[in-house]
């Protein structure tokens, strides 16, 4: 007995390492940079398992690894390795980095607003003049817009193909089948659609079919949504749920094709509501194949709660290698806010957006007992009596064994039936979802809900169709009311039902939600570029999923009201259809730089944009401004910048090797020396010059004056002040010199940021520039 229990011990310290092997095995991405065009697809893959032949301990092992073999415009491979193996791998010289895909890493970030943005979509095609942009871009037709998202749903009518040419030749991708998804699916309109599960299934396990479709159709509702907005027909007699925001609804680019790559998958055992997770290696396959399919545009509504650096952000990656093919991409800047550093997509070759209201309100006014009106918004389609009910505070009415910190919050299960039945119960945003309080409400007996704001949301009113009569109030005006129900013996309440308003004012303002600058990963890049609508937006909607994603609202729409930087980007997709149609030689560069130097820093009361709270927004909230697509279409000047451009900036900023054919330079630049339509300087000391390359896009013989706003206590000198351009595409160099002013040292604040502005004037064109500076 004795011998079996040594002889089971030294057993077990033999298979220790094994076992330990096995568990430490995760999905890591090795990443060598691009491909030379020299080797076929079957060699590639075959380079790729020798490389995997090198670490592993037999060739079945080495290739039931593999994952993906990037083989287009991506070199590079995802497999199953432990720690040691990628480590091995990393130290190779051609390798360019290799980083383990970590689950939840990137997440989804979660109409009138073309109206409100200058593109016109209540006009009909007779009566629109010679310079409309949707007719200068020929409403995008032909451009082909590829969609990052949770899949899309064909039957919606945002899709249809009616009247439509033949395809473009240019396109290469496929009609993936699957899941209630054929190649029927596909049409003039949807020219493509695939979808990316092994990520995700190498994490969680084969996809549970009922919380998805394994197939590019979408039961989230989120890709249908950033896909119509982006690209979706023009659709007459639409309305959210109740009737709300009726009208035409329309994409940015009416006519433009759209492909969908399905990357972003239901979470195992959390609800929708918390939104879909997207697997790096996931990402970086549909990116591969998005480049050789022929897209021109790739919108991307997916980002990360925690910067990442450039050569571990499968995103940049892929975008890097589209950009080289002179495809524009769109990112969602997050909504992490309203914190600084919250960013996401902040690399310089892609268009990263915010998120910024539309002049459209749901207003839903709350009347108190004691006759004060508060104005709030909503889009629930359900309606009190006319007259007075019970007012109480959800912190009032919870169960004993709720904790102070939540009691207002009316999380799942937290109020009792007894004492919120019949009243309207207002609840404070903090934990849960704003619509799920609603549900909890309504679970307790509570007639009507009122949500009220806290500090961080302001001003800014999401309007959500709850399951019960109901309004969002701001930060003020809940305060106000809790203060008349801590005041008042017996406080009532009614709630008015909602309309929809239009020419709100003021609009535009910033979203509370939207990620704010500086970039944490690259602060000598100003980042976000620019805002666009994002707050309160109707889109498409999944026939798969209900208005709210919840699992208790077994309600079905075909148009939906959300809100997110997720609504933004499409926005910015939709405006780069329409640049690439009417300037189809332009960068993407170029057509970044005309959205941002042409974008607006007004409001519709001609005043400065704000945040949600009424404060003066700022560059890192909006960029360039509000984007302005009929300006775009003719900036005057572009700030232009090649594929090499970029390798030299990541030279700067100390990532030598993304593409191993490129060789730094030995003496480096300033990482603000990319040509970039913006200037941040994060640790001023002394005196910063940087040079600046203009072209001109606009008339012969034209000849810029340079202006300049300097940042408060700062001067900010353009040399020479005069740029004279004789023929269209003719470049011209410029400096900027930014220095703190010694007579103003005392006024400078420390450890912040302050923001200006450079401009270039031709009479016709103003061509704006945003600074931002920080002292050392």
Known sequence: MK?????????????????????????????????????????????????????????????????????????????????HEASKLSELEEVVSVYKSEPRKYRLQTTRSWEFSGVEESVQPNSLNKDDLLLKARYGKDVIIGVLDSGLWPESKSFSDEGLGPIPKSWKGICQSGDAFNSSNCNKKIIGARYYIKGYEQYYGPLNRTLDYLSPRDKDGHGTHTSSTAGGRKVPNVSA???????????????????????????????????????????????????????????????????????????????????????????????????????????????????????????????????????????????????????????QVINSNVTKDVAGQCLPGSLLPKKAKGKIVICLRGNGTRVGKGGEVKRAGGIGYILGNNKANGAELVADPHFLPATAVDYKSAVQILNYINSTKSPVAYIVPAKTVLHSKPAPYMASFTSRGPSAVAPHILKPDITAPGLNILAAWSGGSSPTKLDIDDRVVEYNIISGTSMSCPHVGGAAALLKAIHPTWSSAAIRSALITSAGLRNNVGEQITDASGKPADPFQFGGGHFRPSKAADPGLVYDASYQDYLLFLCASGIKDLDKSFKCPKKSHLPNSLNYPSLAIPNLNGTVTVSRRLTNVGGPKSVYFASAKPPLGFSVEISPPVLSFKRVGSKRTFTITVKARSDMSDSIPKDQYVFGWYSWNDGIHNVRSPIAVKLA
Request: hydrophobic share 40%; net charge negative.
């Open 241 to 395: 749920i109740g009737g709300f925001a009726s009208g035409t609804a329309s994409g940015g680019a009416p006519l433009a094709r759209l492909a969908m790559y399905k990357v972003c998958w239901a979470i195992p055992k959390e609800g929708k509501e918390d939104g879909n997770t997207c697997f790096d290696e996931d990402m970086l396959a549909a990116m591969d194949d998005a480049i050789a399919d022929g897209v021109d545009v790739i919108s991307i509504s997916i980002g990360t709660k925690e910067p990442q650096p450039f050569d571990q952000d499968s995103i940049a990656i892929g975008a890097l290698h589209a950009v080289k093919k002179n495809i524009v991409v769109s990112c969602s800047a997050g909504n992490s806010g309203p914190a600084p550093s919250t960013l996401s997509n902040t690399a310089p070759w892609i268009i990263t957006v915010g998120a910024s209201s539309v002049d459209r309100a749901f207003l839903a006014p709350v009347i108190l007992g004691n006759g004060k009106k508060f104005m709030g918004q909503t889009v629930t389609p359900y309606k009190l009596e006319k007259k007075m009910y019970p007012l109480v505070y959800a912190g």
């Open 3 to 83: 011998n079996f229990y040594i002889f089971s011990f030294l057993l077990l310290l033999l298979l220790l390492p094994i076992l330990a092997s096995c568990h430490e095995k995760q999905v890591y991405i090795v990443y060598f940079g691009g491909h030379n065009g020299e080797r076929a697809l079957h060699e590639i893959e075959e380079n790729h398992h020798s490389y995997l032949m090198s670490v592993k301990e037999s060739e079945e092992e080495a290739r039931s690894s593999l994952i993906y073999s990037y083989k287009h415009s991506i070199n590079g491979f995802a497999a199953l390795l432990t720690p």
